[in-house]
């Protein structure tokens, strides 16, 4: 995620006043380097996108990260709300840190844990994946799927979420907090 990234020339920080258009441009580069490279992976088992579905994944690559900060509230404030996440300590099934879970107001303890969020996502391939299937789903179910449905219109592919399991998809369809 971009927020873990150690990569001079993505020069945007969600945490930060980064210029929204500078962050869109940057974001639809990272999706289509991403598509580029899937397309022309020598792996015969994969077919390539389409034109349509290059454009889907990059338009949803970008409106997740344009809306980052506000989908990962809702993450933490659904996964938090849920009692068995918590009695079974499964938060990070969510990409979700139990601190996160945490109600601090304390501006230099909100900076210690973006430094540890930041790290964990460094370092952890499964907590980054499910982090970025978690904003992804609500993505689709808060923004892209209303949105579509109010128009009349679709996508490649659908807006469905299936690669998610039945009981963290539950969760992230819990509207718990009265704020969503």
Known sequence: MLRSTQNPS????VSTTSEPLQVAITAGGIAMNA???RNNDKDDTSEKFTMEESQVVSGRVVGVVMRMRELEELLVRRVGGVGWVKKY????????LKAEC?????????EELENKLREVIKINPLFRMNRAECLLCLFLDTVERPKLELLGEGVAGGS??????ADRLEVLRTANDGQD
């Open 10 to 13: 993505i020069d945007i920080d």
């Open 35 to 37: 598509i580029d490279k």
């Open 89 to 96: 300590g499964e938060e990070e099934s969510f990409g979700v």
């Open 102 to 110: 945490g109600s601090s107001n304390d501006e230099s303890d909100e």
């Open 160 to 165: 469905e979420v299936d690669f998610i399991d």
